[in-house]
């Protein structure tokens, strides 16, 4: 097991549910990350948390919504979702400073009926 | 704007041969590069990173990669391929100033026969 970890592993989830994924790092470091894993598809980075900034990907629909409360913790809340957003869904740690040095949970898959 | 592009979805090849992954990159500014590997049913791990210094980057598991500026190319080898290699593996380009901001490509599955 990894310094980060996902929950829930596997999420079924129905177009009208309110769902959410969790993410925690046991590493110390300042900055998180939500990526999305589709088949045969680059790894798309949808959002990024640290000390000193917020960035948001414009791309990602407002059906997904972020939450980190402390620099440990990472949320990904959603709600009327689409059989598109069907995919694994990673999170990843890194220190700020360590370019490109990301630590990777297992990810959630995530299918949307 | 940088970009990523793995040639082949998928490479195969026998046990002991040399493993090449192709990885060409574009990027306006001077680039740090990435190899990322991702075993069945876990996260992706770093390989090895190549940020400006030596040309010929060393990582885990016998793999390692050459930075060709002139052909903008960083290249994943192996000399000897492991049963234990095969996985997915994943190009990534980043600026020095942006964190963990990687553009990925879309991966090369990596396949190894007995």
């Known amino acids: 097991e990894t310094g980060v970890t996902q929950t829930p592993r596997h999420l079924v989830m129905g177009m009208t549910n309110k769902k959410s994924l969790k993410c925690e790092q046991h590493?110390?470091?300042?900055?998180m990350y939500w990526y999305k894993q589709s088949a045969k598809k680059p790894l798309e980075l949808m959002f990024v948390?640290?000390?000193?900034?917020?960035?948001e990907n414009n791309s990602v629909p407002s059906r997904f919504s972020p939450e980190c409360p402390n620099s440990s913790h990472l949320f990904l809340h959603l709600h009327t979702l689409q059989p598109e957003d069907s995919a694994l869904y990673l999170c990843?740690?890194?220190?700020?400073?360590?370019?490109?040095?990301?630590?990777f949970g297992s990810g959630t898959q995530l299918s949307v009926l | 704007a940088q970009s990523v592009t793995q040639l082949g979805s998928h490479v195969s090849v026998s046990e002991g041969a040399l493993v090449l992954l192709r990885c060409n990159y574009s990027?306006?500014?001077?680039?740090?590069l990435f190899w990322y590997v991702q075993y069945p049913n876990q996260g992706l791990q770093l390989l090895l990173k190549?940020?400006?210094?030596?040309?010929l980057v060393k990582g885990i598991n016998g793999f390692e990669a050459e930075f060709k500026k002139s052909e903008t190319s960083f290249h994943l080898t192996k000399p000897s391929a492991h049963m234990s290699d095969a996985a997915e593996y994943f190009c990534?380009?980043?600026?020095?100033?942006?964190?963990?901001?990687?553009?990925f490509g879309q991966g090369t599955e990596l396949s190894v026969k007995p």
């Open positions: 990843a740690s890194s220190q700020d400073g360590a370019v490109g040095k990301l630590f």
């Open positions: 590493l110390g470091h300042n900055a």
């Open positions: 948390y640290s000390l000193e900034e917020r960035v």
């Open positions: 990027s306006s500014v001077p680039p740090y």
């Open positions: 190549y940020t400006s210094a030596a040309t």
């Open positions: 990534a380009v980043s600026g020095s100033n942006q964190g963990g901001k990687l553009i």
